[in-house]
């Protein structure tokens, strides 16, 4: 399938595109500042230049794009040009893997939330879910959650937000 726009018009659409201030990052902005979060963004010291960065809590938030970073719901691929496209997005998917592993590694708990999480059906429980997560590491911090989970079985109550939440998510304890 040929591409329905000239080279010219392409490169103009796809120079447009931006990755700071997107969208779906605005509406994770405005629910994190609603919850009482507060953040720096894009800190250039961290790898990878996360989009959200709460210190107090040594986490950081990714809001990737589908398209860019190579999410599996993206099942449509550029047909002209498609050794460059797929070659980006696969060094792209390994820059993500290899920042996050760095800042894991640094005691950063990560979270990755994807541009179709985002989307109006599914904006609700991802947003509660992402609660779930914040809520977990607010408690680790403080020192009333364990860092190590307790399974019913060791006589510990487990707490209800542990249930596993749907985005990628990543934190120093291992998950």
């Known amino acids: 399938m040929a591409d329905r726009m000239t080279p ?6 796809m120079s447009r595109i ?5 969208k779906p ?11 009482g979060f507060r953040y720096r963004l ?3 010291t961290l790898p990878g230049r996360p989009d959200i960065v709460m210190r107090k809590w040594r986490t950081v938030v990714f809001v ?15 047909a002209t040009n498609a050794d460059f496209w797929r070659e980006k997005i696969e060094r792209n998917r390994e820059r993500d893997a290899r ?22 059906k599914n904006r609700a429980e991802t947003l509660r879910e992402l609660d779930v997560t914040l809520s977990r590491i607010v408690l680790q911090a403080s020192g009333v959650y364990p860092m190590r989970y307790h399974t ?3 006589g510990q109550t487990p707490i209800a937000a542990e249930a596993a939440v749907s985005y990628d998510h990543k934190t120093s304890t291992g998950e």
């Open 42 to 44: 894009y800190v250039k």
């Open 25 to 35: 990052e605005l509406v994770v902005r405005r629910w994190l500042w609603r919850q």
């Open 99 to 120: 920042n996050q592993a760095l800042l894991q590694a640094a005691g950063w708990h990560v979270i990755v939330i994807w541009e179709c999480q985002l989307n109006a």
């Open 64 to 78: 990737n794009g589908c398209f860019w970073h190579g999410h599996e719901c993206q099942k449509h691929r550029p």
């Open 18 to 22: 931006r990755g700071r201030d997107t």
């Open 8 to 13: 010219e018009q392409r490169h103009r659409c």
């Open 152 to 154: 019913p079985d060791e």
